[in-house]
């Protein structure tokens, strides 16, 4: 395939550098705010405020960040907060997602693609159209404040997502496979284990990661569900802004270390997760 | 097999054998399907109940009113309320401009990206970045680096060419957020539309180069129509999304004439300060309606094609 001549533009030597330069000038401008506040958090506040380099980069800010003064949000425990919810929660939904996308891609229920759509309808109801309930409920139990109620509300954020995309990975195990192993007698949990998910193992990890991205981002519910004690990342960034004196190379600091996890695991998964995400709606 | 003869398949395999597949079959979703009606629906269906009554937060009242049915009150007030109105324009506003314009910046990404050239893979890296920021830190980011008045860098960069500097947020607020906004979904658009000119079939494409296509040609009767469900992927999650922005809007302008979006508004009205909970289930319950209208039309039609 000649990718290159694909969209047939640019036939010509010059034209081809030209479009490669504009790739590249498009990308560094569009990554430049990112660039900057990494570049931001290793300045002090005054050249920071001033936005200028006189006094050299330093580690200071990170430093001052990991210090938690007494009576506010820690790194740590705002670490802690999010590391246990979004792994928690994670693994639920894959606990609910891999059966149910079993009986959507697999042995087919009739009216799959009823049940399909349900679970995809769950993600138009605006957030705010079931808060109160849940805050009021939330209250009446003594859940605020705790990881229980995140838990419980990611797993719900994800989940019709996580069944979208394993659904679309498991339709592209072998037929063949699954008959003869159904042949065997082999029950579903075995089937599952030792068929199925060696298959789709690379569509399912990043399955997982895009429910950790959007659980580790998620910053609404924290905010309204978890005064203090379970405050997680999101939260944690944003006490970072102060009214007095200068902090933008601190907050910066604390963004940077904040996407950091979330980033990394991005970029080393990013071509199989849009394939679950689109493979998904388009088969 | 196509969809429609393996569901006949499927039924005929349950009129086969009346005791095994058909319950069997479903157990597997059981869980699932529990889970997101006992955490989606049933609250819903309290929302509703609430949207009844006149209920408020009895801890934020100084003189508590006990709570009553007040019938259809409080639809009635929805449609002569002059915010919700306006909240309502700036949700589909922002929705509109949002997702068509990181669509069309998205889509031109992917072109771009799609030929070979010195450092493609190190560049698709960069450009999806933003897409995997926390929302929350990228408003931050925008906010307090780029527009901000004091410390600014796009201010700065106006200050030194020798113009007058803007007060980004405050004189633009829809448009500081929809900047955010787009910045963040157009690296995810690329994605999708990469993911659709991988899987054009080359052939054709040859074929057609052969037979002396001019290039536009090929990009508007062959490429443009093969991308036409990813286009529509694209905007329908991208929709689902934007049209509940909310960190961006809390974090920048915490509210305000441009750039509150119905669900600011709603926020705003109950949990956010005005605990009513009764009327603002009545604005959640009318805008979960024409949302589930809106966006159901959508994805049938995603189905469909």
């Not at chain 2, 259809?72 to 929705?95: C, E, G, H, L």
Request: glycine fraction near 6%; aromatic fraction near 12%.
């Amino acid at each position: 395939m000649r990718r290159g001549t694909k969209l047939g533009v640019g036939q010509h030597r010059a034209v081809v550098a030209g479009l490669g330069m504009l790739a590249w000038v498009v990308g560094l401008l569009w990554i430049f705010p990112v660039a900057w506040t990494v570049l931001t958090s290793f300045k002090t506040e005054q050249d920071a405020a001033a936005q200028t380099l006189n006094q050299g980069l330093t580690f200071g800010r990170y430093g001052d960040i990991a210090r938690s003064t007494t009576g506010t949000l820690s790194l740590q425990s705002a670490f802690t907060n999010s590391l246990v919810v979004v792994v928690v929660s994670t693994i639920i939904v894959l606990l609910l997602a891999l059966p149910a996308s079993y009986a959507l891609a697999i042995r087919r229920i009739p009216k799959w693609r009823d049940v399909l759509f349900f679970f995809i309808s769950t993600k138009f109801l605006p957030v705010v159209a079931s808060i109160f309930p849940i805050y009021v409920y939330a209250q009446k139990w003594n859940l605020i404040g705790t990881w229980t109620v995140l838990i419980v509300l990611y797993i719900a954020i994800n989940l019709p997502l996580a069944i979208w995309m394993t659904r679309s990975f498991f339709m592209e195990v072998p037929r063949e496979l699954i008959e003869a192993a159904e042949i065997d007698g082999t029950s579903l949990f075995n089937q599952l284990r030792s068929v199925i998910l060696p298959i789709a193992a690379p569509g399912i990890a990043a399955t997982a990661l895009l429910c950790v991205i959007f659980a580790w981002n998620e910053y609404f519910y924290a905010l309204q569900l978890n005064f203090a004690n379970a405050s997680t990342m999101p939260q944690w960034v944003v006490s970072n802004v102060s009214t007095r004196g200068n902090f933008l190379a601190k907050l910066s600091a604390a963004s940077t270390i904040a996407c950091l996890p979330v980033v990394l695991a991005g970029w080393a998964a990013q071509k199989r997760m849009i394939r679950g995400l689109s493979m998904g709606a388009l088969k | 097999m196509t969809a429609a003869a393996a569901d006949a398949a499927l039924a005929k395999g349950k009129a086969g054998d009346p005791f095994s597949s058909a319950w069997r079959r479903r157990l597997p979703l059981v869980p699932a399907l529990l889970y997101m009606v006992a955490i989606t629906q049933l609250p819903f269906v309290v929302s509703i109940y609430y949207s009844f009554t006149n209920l408020k937060d009895k801890t934020q009242s100084l003189i508590p009113e006990p709570t009553k049915f007040v019938g259809f009150d409080n639809y009635k007030q929805i449609f002569s309320d002059p915010f919700f109105r306006q909240a309502m324009w700036t949700s589909v506003k922002m929705t509109v401009l949002a997702v068509v314009l990181s669509l069309v910046i998205g889509t031109l990404f992917a072109i771009l990206l799609d030929r070979k050239f010195l450092g493609q893979g190190f560049i698709r890296t960069l450009l999806i970045t933003p897409f995997l920021l926390m929302p929350v830190v990228a408003a931050l980011i925008w906010k307090q680096q780029m527009f901000s008045s004091l410390f600014g860098v796009l201010n700065k960069a106006l200050e030194f060419v020798g113009l007058n500097s803007v007060a980004f947020i405050s004189d633009h607020p829809l448009g500081s957020i929809v900047t955010v906004l787009v910045w963040q979904w157009t690296p995810f658009m690329m994605l999708i539309m990469l993911a659709g000119l991988h899987s054009q079939p080359s052939d054709i494409l040859e074929a057609a180069d052969v037979d002396g296509a001019t290039s536009f040609g090929v990009f508007r009767q062959l490429t443009l129509p093969h991308l036409r469900p990813y286009l529509e992927l694209g905007a329908l999650l991208g929709s689902i999304y934007i049209v509940q922005a909310f960190d961006a809007i809390d974090v920048m302008t915490g509210g305000g004439p441009g750039s509150t979006n119905v669900p600011y508004f709603v926020y705003q009205e109950s949990i956010g300060g005005g605990f009513r909970y009764g009327s603002s289930s009545a604005y959640a319950i009318v805008i979960a309606t024409l949302a589930l209208r809106l966006l159901s039309s959508l994805f049938r039609d995603e189905q469909r094609a």
